[in-house]
């Protein structure tokens, strides 16, 4: 018999209820983020937690973890009120947070890292270092990450990878995990969802933040949203739910997904000419992309597309490469990023805590100064102008605050991502580059991303995507360029853009 879905959590009789939150409330300054929130998890289950970006998601597993404090509220570990909160407490008790933002030892291997979840707690009982680090050194095998890396030394991906399987690694029995996927590849989300499930079989549950309503659908088995810092609903049966009841719970509302109409491009004069860029195992002959195209890039880790973004954006050392406008001339490629700025050429990093600027400066600041250093080669701002210009974009991209002077590390995972794109748009580039531009926002939010970006293409801007979502890379681009070994391995247009070819990479 299939039954309606019900949004609202009913509590089973079967389960034994492992952690449940009463009345919690936090308000943070004048800002409440969380209002009379009752929420349970039963033991042994998978429990999604959804909501839009700055709906409370992280603040609430932050007061479960111990990490922050509640303003109100009670927090009970196996039906008992837990007194006193804190993360020591919690750790103990087998609570474990998996934060937004990986937590990483720079100058620990990544086997070091991964053994970090263990040493405050048996400090004084027996260890037997040997046998952890050989499991430290097993668990790494097959995630492409070498046991003796050091950890400052790893792209975005493999230390999202390392926070993760910490973690798993930790013995915990409430794992919560704050977007663990955002950037995986399609094999690393596998692989984290078999850990995840073998855990979960021997009695592990988890707390699991995801926009992606797919891989809701695929692990969960319980859900909560949150909206607005309330509990908008729920289900003990997810089963039952199909991706647009979830979008239809986070955002209160159908959601209507962004198709860029499709462009032929072939006939179009190119735009930007690249020639020859070599940078370590990067190596691309030729690639001309025209006015107004969106070329998505993807392949594995280390396959060269974000490589490519780099070496264009001076980031990364090209040992050879020119680039060449359509009305410019031949120029080797920029050494710097200001020199990049200069010449029209704008990159979003995915690692937004190393390259991009998340500070204490505000909203406006951060969208306006790369701004400036891109017009440093001709005019300056104005304190009006870039007033004007930083309002623009905090509007379009629903940037949730309560004014843009507000620091941007305040802001939720979601909203800081909008800040920094907001950043690179506003420098008016010629070649854009972002990449994973919507990892970590909102279903809906989304949406607008892609149409800001299609409707800047109609400007005659040359966009270049590198994704690993493969619906991004369906709905929102022209051209598909799959990097394998440094080079562009096959090229996907129109109808040949399809999930089937894109999930299967290797
Ligand atoms: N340290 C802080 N100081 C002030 N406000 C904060 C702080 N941390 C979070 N907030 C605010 O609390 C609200 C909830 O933020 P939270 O990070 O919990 O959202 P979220 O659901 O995790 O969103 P996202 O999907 O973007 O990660 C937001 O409005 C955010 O700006
Ligand atoms: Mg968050």
Known sequence: MTTAPTFRLEASPAARTVLRVENLGKIYGGLVALRDVDLSVRAGTIHGLLGENGAGKSTLVGI???????????????????????????????????????????????????MLGIWPKRRFGFVNWRKLRQDA?????????????????????ARRKINILRAMFSGGKVIILDEPTAALTVDDRAQLFDFMRRLKSEGVTFIFISHFNDEILEICDAVSVLRDGRYAGGSEDVGSLTSEDLSELVLGRGLVLFEREKRQFSAGAPAVILKDIRSGTLDVPSLAIRAGEIVGVTGLPGGGGKELARALFGLQRASSGTITFVDGEARTLPAHPAEAFADGIAYLSDDRRKDGSISQMSIAENISLSAEVALARGAFMNAEQERALSQRYFQSLGIKAPNSEVAVDTLSGGNQQKVCLGRVLATKPKLLMLDEPTRGIDVGVKQDVLRIVDELSRTGVSVIIISTDTDELVRAVDRVLIFHNGRIREELAGEAISRSRLRNLG
């Open 64 to 114: 479960m973890s111990g990490q922050r404090k509640p303003t109100s509220g009670t927090i009970y570990l196996d039906e008992k009120p837990l007194a006193h909160v804190d993360v020591q407490a919690m750790e103990k008790a087998g609570v474990f947070l998996v934060t937004q933002e990986p937590m990483i030892i720079d100058h620990l291997s990544a086997a070091e890292n991964l």
């Open 137 to 157: 050194e097993r668990m790494l095998k097959g995630t492409g990450i070498a046991a003796d890396a050091r950890a400052g030394a790893l792209d975005a991906v």
